[in-house]
């Protein structure tokens, strides 16, 4: 596994105590940014076989990564695909905001969002999240508190769980920079 890939890995051994789910039965997992692959094989090793993963990342430059070239998308879409091969995991490598319509309504165990840094595709993203996600299931925010130039995730996060809670999601905390939500 790329060195990349296990670095932030252990966000989510913590998951195991946090997330109440049953790993006797299936677990529908959405995972919206992908870079190497690392969360999703954290969540299928820590959650077990009955895993069923779905990402999503287009693996392009976008407005929010200017950074990345074109050779170096390739090169982290080669290394997700070498990372996740063994998984039982289906890629859409298309932007969020194309492939989140068409998803199954109350499908999902577990939807994590830690794509485009964006703003507006923050919001976008969650707010599509809350319809894709079974009764019970978990939304979580990644980097809570990431402020660079004039985006700051923070304040359109506030924003989002202001519009949300309580009447279709339940606030549960922010622990390592990332929200717990889940819908009743």
């Given amino acids: 596994m790329h060195e990349q890939t296990i670095q932030y890995t252990h966000h989510y051994r913590n998951w195991c105590d946090i997330l109440q ?14 870079l190497h692959g690392g969360s999703v094989c954290a969540f299928h090793t820590n959650f077990g076989p ?15 990564y200017q950074d990345y ?8 879409y080669e290394i997700f695909k070498y990372n996740t091969k063994s ?19 109350n499908y999902y165990d577990v939807i994590y969002i830690d794509g485009n840094h964006n703003l507006c595709n923050i919001l976008e ?7 894709k ?11 809570y508190d990431w402020n660079v130039g004039i985006k700051n995730t923070k304040s ?20 390592d920079n990332q929200v717990f939500l889940q819908k009743p």
């Fill in 21 to 34: 789910l049953d790993k006797t039965k299936t677990i529908q997992y959405l995972k919206i940014g992908s």
């Fill in 50 to 64: 009955n895993v069923i993963s779905e990402t999503i990342d287009p693996f392009n430059v976008c407005d929010n």
């Fill in 69 to 76: 070239n074109e050779n170096e998308n390739n090169e982290n």
């Fill in 87 to 105: 998984l039982n995991n289906t890629h859409y490598k298309i932007p969020s905001f194309r492939i989140l319509p068409t998803l199954q309504n």
């Fill in 125 to 131: 993203e969650a707010i599509y999240s809350v319809r």
């Fill in 133 to 143: 996600l079974k009764s019970k299931g978990y939304l979580i925010l990644d980097d």
């Fill in 156 to 175: 359109t996060m506030k924003a989002f769980i202001h519009a949300f809670c309580p009447s279709k999601l339940t606030f549960l905390f922010i622990y």
